[in-house]
DNA sequence: TAAAACATTTGACCCAGATCAAAAAATCAC
DNA sequence: GTGATTTTTTGATCTGGGTCAAATGTTTTA
């Protein structure tokens, strides 16, 4: 058991109790993967087949639309990545992601997590449970995103992404967001 | 086992298979509840303890926003309905809800959920799965509110909600969509 | 360390959709 | 069925933030 794999095991027993059996089936499944800044993690042109665990560093995930990229979410350290439709229904869907800063991560493939969940029901526990965190973030994104102003959208972006808002150029924030890379440099400027 | 329970096994049954076991046991722990026109499901005021399965009808969740009732979305027929923040955290939340028809529907208790998923492994797999399904949802909404116009986001709005979209009032459609409610009258107008 | 590539800022202009106001239509309650 | 309430429509006006264009700043690469 590397010492590495501590913040992933910490991550685990946020939400359930790891017996060693599990922590050594967890062990033999998940390896390393390190990503340069700028390194396509998962292309969306292919089926997503693997969850990456950011131990370091951050990742974009985003879509093209009228030929600009779009951003829809950015998957930071002690958080799994994956181009979630895609990695559920093994079917491609329209999210590339991508490394930007070099990361290190923890890599499960899917056959491995189906093991798990055939053989391990806490897996199934696990995955209810942290699903039900990130639902409550998804809601409170849709919230922010109706009934507010730019400089609203742009507040609760940096409540949201706390520590990690000032790693994200601009102009991907401004695509997260929705508003115009322009209106966002404004609104910059005058705080 | 009653005529009525067979909608709710049918839902089950799109991501697990059902024991007789399990059966008798969600007979044993759910019952059935009418709700009137207008009439409230659930009060944000008090934790949102139960959920109700609906097998016939069409409920509203919302919260008040600067006095003002904002709809966050519409379960409808072969759907659970409840305050999801405060159902698993067992908090207050924000939600109401409503039934905005004459409504029937199949209640279970938080504590007989929880008695389920520590008994029946399979339920945390069937939560698992049909998590993943909303989660889906929740997704393509948040895309379809960030870069559409009005009409776009009228038109996702009906395919989304495909064959009950006329079924709720236009007011409601719009507080849903984060439009005015002028806005929204004058782009039906105009198809 | 220069020049190419990329990211951010600033300025000018314009329009989708918000807001305010009031009429018309639909629904409800007695 | 009729008046009262609620919901929807229509009209007039205004503005946040989008778009286009160009300048400035910052990284990357050779």
């Not at 095991?9 to 059996?21: A, G, M, T, V």
């Not at 979410?73 to 992601?97: H, M």
């Not at 923890?106 to 806490?122: A, G, I, K, R, T």
């Amino acid at each position: 058991m590397t010492e590495i794999n501590t913040a992933l095991f910490r991550h685990f027993e946020k939400y359930i109790s790891l017996s060693d059996e599990l922590k050594s089936a967890l062990n033999d499944r998940i390896s390393f993967a390190a990503f340069k800044k700028g390194e396509l993690v998962h292309d969306a042109n292919k089926i997503c087949t693997k969850s990456y665990f950011i131990q370091k560093g951050l990742f974009r995930a985003y879509f093209i639309k009228d030929g600009k990229e779009i951003s829809e979410y950015f998957p930071a350290e002690n958080e799994w990545s994956n181009s979630p439709k895609s990695f559920i229904t093994r079917q491609k869907d329209i999210y590339f992601i991508e490394a930007i800063e070099d990361s290190e991560t923890f890599c499960l493939s899917v056959e491995d997590l189906v093991f798990l969940f055939d053989h391990y029901p806490e897996m199934e526990r696990y995955s209810r449970l942290s699903m039900g965190t990130v639902f409550g973030h998804l809601m409170e994104r849709i919230t922010s995103l109706r009934f507010t102003t730019a400089k609203e959208k742009y507040e609760h972006f940096i409540r949201t992404y706390n520590d990690i808002h000032h790693r994200i150029p601009l102009g991907m924030v401004a695509s997260y967001l929705g508003i115009a890379q322009e209106t966002l440099s404004r609104i910059r400027s005058e705080r």
